[in-house]
């Protein structure tokens, strides 16, 4: 196999180099006792047991401790990502074309999870009304927009904070790391995402409080986005209210050709507008620069 | 005794404090969540329709001239469901490992079949894929390797097939690289295509799934070779600029023609450029368009 997952090389020699650590201590503890004597191999070797056990605990909790920055502050989110997220990302639309490539034709829902109160407004769509309410990005929110054909500029912020500016639209989302509080005001299309990196979730004191629901994880990025101006899921008018909460899984993974690949699940939930969780996974591939970066303005009718 | 309690404490020691050491359990019933290519995975696609699809030549010349009732050959009844099913399919998937009864080491993740798609065997404990010339299996081959906590794998010798239901081909030259990414109860299943044959570029697909309590069965039932009065020797098929269903997606729905017919720029947004002009909104959608559920969630619930 020569795909290989994305970890910065400084984690994954810190990773190698505990592994042979642990595994030597290990080798060496197991060893024959040259003593012919059997009480005393039993009881010597049972001595040699619990001071390696003991070392080992201690390196262990010392490792930790020094991971989760109890010798002083936390690693900045920027720090202690598992993989590099930056970059140009292009949509590869192998799914969903008819409804992403196009704007589908009123009244087709195929796949939605809609209420009935949902039906009911995306019936009644009409570009035009957008249009004339100023609303042209209705389509563009951040529970609709990664289901656009784009292309993602992310970047780097500041320390704790990630950028993707998304070419389709014209629009920027952001994503804070950390204890950042929303200032609040009006609702806005990309709405308030905080983020985090899986397994590295911390608490005020800097420690690790890891998967909340004390599930297994892949170690990617997840993304709480909250506070949004209501929107369309589907370019026709299926929509997602002012309640609507989305929740996104950001995975890097390298194919054996060496192409990286973002790989994002999203989940949205709206209680007035969804009869069930809408769940979608959407692929960028990344590319070496800027060539294909297009930034249009919002259409409510392409 | 000493050694055994030592290594105990030791295992301990490192499952508690190293997470990183730790694999991810994917054992388990995952209902799939069919909230996009809905009509792909149920009703089926239009008979020509390659949209997404980075066909080249070869291919789109393999697909057109494919007739549907080339299912009812008997050598082809059972041919329609190859691994990459998963995701082209509806179906929940099952999941579980096999170790060995000694060491407790995992040999091979299985994924459950079902009906015609065979079961997957991902297997764990190093063994190479076959030499070249080895027979295709319509499983195929699959290694599997922990990359951090996400499963690749990587399957090889499989028969000639199709990547979409309206016989859009793929070869028995065809690999499939897919990692498995586990978030919570969330499985999110990536599949990339990779075909000399009849792609111009690789085809890669992601999916969803949801861990639930209610099992999915390991199996489902075989697929039995039958008579269904295809004259013996016959391959159902359309001659070159014969297929009648061409033109059929650019009528209802208004696709231009070279939609249609695939390639790999129509993956991209670029392509949207050049329809823009070319594109009117059709007529209302008046039958398999959706709306509200009124069954359980995800699953096979048809909206």
Request: hydrophobic share 35%; charged share 20%; with cysteine.
């Amino acid at each position: 196999m020569t795909t290989s997952r994305l970890y910065p090389q400084s984690r994954h020699s810190e990773r190698q180099s505990r592994n042979l650590f642990f595994h030597s201590l290990f080798s060496k503890a197991l060893e024959a006792d040259p003593s012919p004597h059997p009480r005393y191999d039993q009881c010597s070797a049972r001595k040699r047991g619990w001071l390696s056990i003991a070392i080992v605990g201690m390196l262990m909790v010392a490792g930790q401790a020094h991971a989760q920055g109890r010798g002083g502050p936390p690693p900045t989110a920027k720090a202690a990502a598992p993989f590099d997220v930056t970059g140009y990302w292009v949509a590869v639309v192998t799914e969903d074309w008819h409804y992403r490539m196009v704007t589908p034709r009123v009244g087709d829902y195929l796949g939605i999870p809609m209420t009935l109160e949902s039906k009911k407004v995306a019936d009644a769509w009409d570009p035009a009304k957008d249009e004339a309410a100023g609303e042209q990005c209705k389509s563009y929110g951040a529970a609709g927009i990664m289901r656009i054909p784009a292309r993602l500029r992310i970047a780097w912020q500041d320390d704790n904070t990630l950028k993707m500016e998304i070419d389709a639209g014209t629009q920027t989302r952001v994503f804070h790391f950390g204890d950042w509080k929303s200032p609040g005001g009006e609702a806005t299309w990309q709405g308030d995402s905080v983020a985090h990196w899986e397994g590295r979730r911390t608490g005020l004191d800097g420690r690790g409080l890891g998967d909340p629901r004390g599930q297994p994880q892949a170690g990617g990025l997840e993304v709480a986005t909250t506070h949004l101006k209501a929107g369309y899921l589907r370019k026709n008018g299926v929509p997602y209210g002012a309640n609507a909460a989305m929740t996104e899984y950001y995975d890097v993974v390298r194919e054996r050709s060496g192409d990286l690949w973002l790989v994002l699940t999203s989940v949205v939930r709206d209680p007035l507008y969804l009869s069930e969780p809408y769940i979608v996974s959407t692929h960028y591939k990344q590319e070496a620069g800027a060539a294909g970066w297009d930034p249009t303005a919002c259409s409510a009718r392409w | 005794m000493t050694r055994t309690r030592m290594a105990s404490a030791l295992g301990i020691l490192l499952a508690a404090g190293a997470p990183g050491l730790a694999q991810v359990e994917l054992s388990g019933s995952w209902a799939a969540r069919n909230h996009e290519d809905f009509q792909d995975r149920f009703q089926g696609p239009n008979l020509v329709d390659y949209t997404g699809l980075p066909l080249n030549e070869g291919g789109r010349a393999r697909a057109l001239s494919y007739s549907q009732s080339q299912l009812s050959a008997p050598e082809r009844v059972c041919l329609f469901y190859p691994p990459y099913y998963l995701v082209m399919g509806p179906f929940g998937l099952k999941m579980w490992n096999e170790t060995d009864p000694v060491t407790g080491d995992v040999i091979a993740w299985k994924i459950g079949g079902w009906e015609d798609r065979p079961p997957t065997t991902i297997w764990m404990d190093g063994r190479p894929h076959p030499p070249k010339d080895a027979p295709h299996e319509k499983a195929g081959f699959t290694t599997g390797v922990w990359e951090g906590n996400v499963l690749v794998a990587y399957t090889t010798h499989l028969k000639a097939s199709y990547i979409r239901r309206n016989g859009a081909p793929a070869s028995d030259e065809a690999t499939i690289t897919s990692h498995f990414l586990r978030h919570g109860d969330i499985l999110t299943l990536t599949m990339l295509v990779d075909d000399p044959i009849y792609f111009s570029e690789p085809v890669y697909r992601t999916r969803t799934f949801q861990l639930e309590s209610t099992a999915i069965a390991a199996m489902g039932p075989p697929c039995i070779q039958a008579d269904e009065g295809t004259k013996e020797g016959a391959v159902p098929h359309y001659l070159p600029s014969k297929n009648p269903f061409v033109d059929e997606l650019t009528k209802t729905l208004h696709i231009p023609p070279e939609a249609v017919m695939g390639g790999a720029e129509t993956m991209y947004p670029e392509f949207r450029k050049k329809m823009k002009d070319k594109y009117t909104l059709p007529d209302k959608c008046a039958r398999n368009c959706g709306g509200p559920r009124f069954g359980p969630p995800g699953g096979l619930a048809v909206n």
